[in-house]
């Protein structure tokens, strides 16, 4: 098994742009989150799904939309990018249930936003 | 508010020595509780985990972390650190609040290793 993927692994983009960050998993799990790393601020949530076809916000959801059209593939879109933006994205699937769920992170894509 | 606390941004210790991170929380009732470990470059991967049962928790490469209710902590340990423990260390929750559990995670301790 490959885990959780993601594409691209760097990108640099200008303020204005837009882009999708890829993100693909073949463990059959069905929920799956993304988040953004700063410096000194660990791991905050972006969005994240519980199925295909569901999603929801987590804790800093502006700016960013989401799609689940497959269990295997969580796409995020950075809609207008802004250098507030720039940081370390990950994707995660999640494997348990009610609340013990671990998680299992993709290597990450590093954005920065000029 | 509910969440994680973990003192210390940066941690040193020699080689051979204990490595203790610290994490503490807030919540009204016990959350599942979780170690992940960063290396350079790389996402995050669980080192353990503490659901219900027994306390003490023993995880991957030799770290260990105990639930004490009563200090709301959930340190980790490691008798003697090595070389290839550089990283960093984040502990996380899992807590139930408006009908979903949501994952805290604490702002995270980088663990230098001197030889």
Redesign the interface.
């Known amino acids: 098994n490959a885990g959780?993927t993601q594409t691209p692994k760097f990108q640099v983009l200008k303020t204005g742009q837009s882009m999708t960050l890829q993100c693909a998993q073949d463990m059959n799990h069905e929920y799956m989150?993304w988040?953004r790393q700063d410096p000194?601020?660990?791991?905050?949530?972006i969005h994240y799904s519980v199925g295909a076809g569901i999603t929801d916000q987590g804790e800093v959801p502006n700016g960013y939309n989401v799609s689940r059209s497959t269990t295997e593939d969580f796409p995020l879109r950075l809609l207008s990018a802004a250098p507030s933006q720039t940081s370390v994205y990950?994707c995660?699937s999640c494997w348990g249930a009610?609340?013990?769920?671990?998680?299992?992170?993709?290597?990450?894509t590093r954005l920065t936003v000029t | 508010a509910q969440s994680v606390t973990q003192l210390g941004s940066h941690v040193s210790v020699s080689e051979g020595a204990l490595v203790l991170l610290r994490c503490n929380y807030s919540s009204s009732v016990p959350p599942y509780l979780f170690w992940y470990v960063q290396y350079p470059n790389q996402g995050l991967q669980l080192l353990l985990k503490y659901t219900t049962g027994a306390t003490l928790v023993k995880g991957i490469n030799g770290f260990e972390a105990e639930f004490k209710k009563s200090e709301t902590s959930f340190h980790l340990t490691k008798p003697s650190a090595h070389m290839s423990d550089a990283a960093e260390y984040f502990c996380a929750v899992s807590l139930y609040t408006s009908g979903t559990y949501k994952y805290i995670f604490g702002t995270g301790t980088r663990l230098k290793v001197l030889a």
Do not use: I, K, N
């Open positions: 959780v989150s988040y000194g601020m660990g791991l905050r949530l990950f995660a009610g609340g013990t769920y671990e998680q299992y992170f993709g290597p990450g």
